[in-house]
């Protein structure tokens, strides 16, 4: 077990560290790899980087507990993920090459060479503050497999990540990251797809393995039993929540900035082929397996979030279980690796620009910022669910709005979309510190109150019908 995955370790440690001999030492080649990136790198790096260890160990804690009703969660996210790429992916590339923007939040800030710094600042101390949770989310993620599987310390698999990550980030940017994620992906999805045959096949079949769920009561139930809102209304609500929360990653810079550093803009279809396709096969294998996991572990009085490994431990042999392992770590290594590196340009690109953007001084900010993820999740006491869903809608709410006014060919005023983005960014987080995410996602009200606040100015909104009848004219 220790050895296979020692061996996967190895190869993404060594992958990464390769991209250093195509590295061409600029600050552009750090950031976005000089927008050189081929379509299929481009989608499966998304994959990784979306498909962290939320997926292995938040979502299947999440489906073992909530039961079939958890597959509105990969309806509603993939949906939603597809509906917001339908606008904005091939904008926001074209909008990287004509600005020459490198990081999320100055692109956002500077989309028609306007200049905003205070926007620009803000942008990026709301980056750095959610993308370090979400890095330390990672780490717990990994740690956490580790401590099932080979009795390690829940530190040690914190300690391992961060000193991976830092070395191939040094080594070569995001393009190491990119790199790596691609490796990471066809490794994450091979060992996600063995567990799921493996369990499908020991129970029986496909129908046997509904029978026994199916003994399990309210296990099979189309919705969850504790919708704030009974009957079809609160399931409805539910859909309708996730349907935003997949829309919300247009508001995350790790991910868009894949998209970001793609090659060519025609390129956008073939990339976001690979990147739903895959997303979309894996995504279900790990709620099927979540489901299976409940049959296997009837007694719920442990954490829900250690039931891949615990999993993996009682149905396939020692090598495959450490293939299982280095697929848990890969997807948080995948995600890690690209908020390090996003508030990495978040400190030296939005917050401090200048001489900081010097390539020896990104590469200081880079093992500065490892080593703050990994001091927060040294000391997290939260489940890996809520830390990245807190984090994913805090930042949805923060900046979809803007880049969705952006994309529709409005300028807003800089004081006009900081108030944008302070307000939904405070009505997420409000919502949930009122516990009102039971009721529905609070990345929905964020995104909407931020949206509408742009949209009330009547200069805006004279913007959008100018450029939408430019637009029907011109086609």
């Not at 507990?65 to 509105?72: H, L, S």
């Not at 539910?238 to 997949?246: E, N, P, R, V, Y």
């Not at 296997?296 to 829900?304: G, K, L, R, T």
Request: aromatic share 14%; hydrophobic share 55%; net charge positive.
């Amino acid at each position: 077990m220790l050895t296979s995955f020692l061996f996967f370790l190895a190869l993404f440690a060594g992958i990464g560290i390769s991209s250093a001999w195509k590295a061409r030492g600029t600050k552009q080649d750090y950031y976005i790899a000089s927008g050189s990136i081929k379509p299929w790198l481009v989608g499966l790096s998304a994959v990784a980087t979306n498909n962290s260890g939320y997926m292995f160990i938040g979502v299947i804690g999440y489906t073992y507990a909530t039961g079939m009703a958890a597959f509105w969660l990969m309806v509603g996210w993939i949906a939603g993920d597809f509906l917001a790429s339908l606008y904005i992916h091939r904008r926001l590339n074209r909008a990287t090459a004509v600005s020459g923007e490198v990081s999320y939040p100055g692109l956002l800030s500077n989309w028609y060479g306007q200049s905003h710094k205070k926007l620009q600042l803000l942008a990026g101390l709301i980056s750095l503050a959610f993308l370090l949770t979400y890095a330390g989310a990672q780490m717990v993620a990994g740690s956490k497999a580790l401590y099932v599987l080979l009795d390690w310390p829940l530190w040690a698999g914190a300690v391992a990540a961060a000193v991976l990550i830092g070395a191939y980030c040094l080594a070569g940017g995001i393009r190491a990251s990119i790199w790596t994620d691609a490796a990471q992906s066809i490794v994450m999805i091979i060992a996600m797809s063995a567990l799921l045959i493996v369990a499908v096949h020991d129970l029986g079949g496909i129908s046997a393995s509904l029978d026994e769920m199916g003994k399990i009561e309210g296990y099979l139930d189309i919705f969850p039993g504790n919708l704030a809102v009974p009957g079809l209304a609160g399931g409805l609500l539910f859909i309708f929540g996730w349907l935003f929360a997949g829309m919300s990653v247009i508001g995350q810079p790790h991910v868009m900035v894949r998209f970001m550093s793609l090659d060519d803009t025609s390129n956008m279809r073939r990339a976001k082929c690979w990147y739903y396709l895959w997303f979309t096969f894996f995504y279900f294998s790990a709620t099927a397996v979540g489901l299976l996991s409940r049959v296997y572990f009837a007694d719920n009085s442990f954490d829900a979030e250690l039931a891949l490994p615990m999993l993996a431990l009682e149905l396939m042999p020692e090598f495959f279980v450490g293939l299982i392992l280095a697929g848990v770590f890969a997807a948080t290594m995948s995600t890690a690796d690209s908020l390090v590196l996003s508030c990495s340009a978040a400190i030296t690109h939005d917050i401090v620009p200048g001489k900081n953007e010097q390539v020896g001084r990104l590469k200081i900010t880079t093992i500065f910022i490892t080593l703050l993820a990994l001091g927060m999740a040294l000391m997290n006491n939260q489940s890996v669910f809520n830390m990245v869903i807190m984090s994913w809608s805090g930042l949805a709410s923060a900046f979809a709005p803007l880049l969705f006014v952006l994309c529709l060919g409005a300028r807003p005023k800089e004081w006009h979309a900081i108030g944008a983005m302070m307000l939904g960014f405070l009505v997420a987080l409000g919502w949930r510190l009122l516990d009102w995410h039971v009721l529905v996602y609070e990345g929905l009200p964020g995104m909407v109150t931020g949206f509408l606040f742009l949209v009330a100015r009547p200069s805006l909104r004279k913007e959008i019908r100018q450029n939408r009848n430019l637009y029907q004219h011109k086609t």
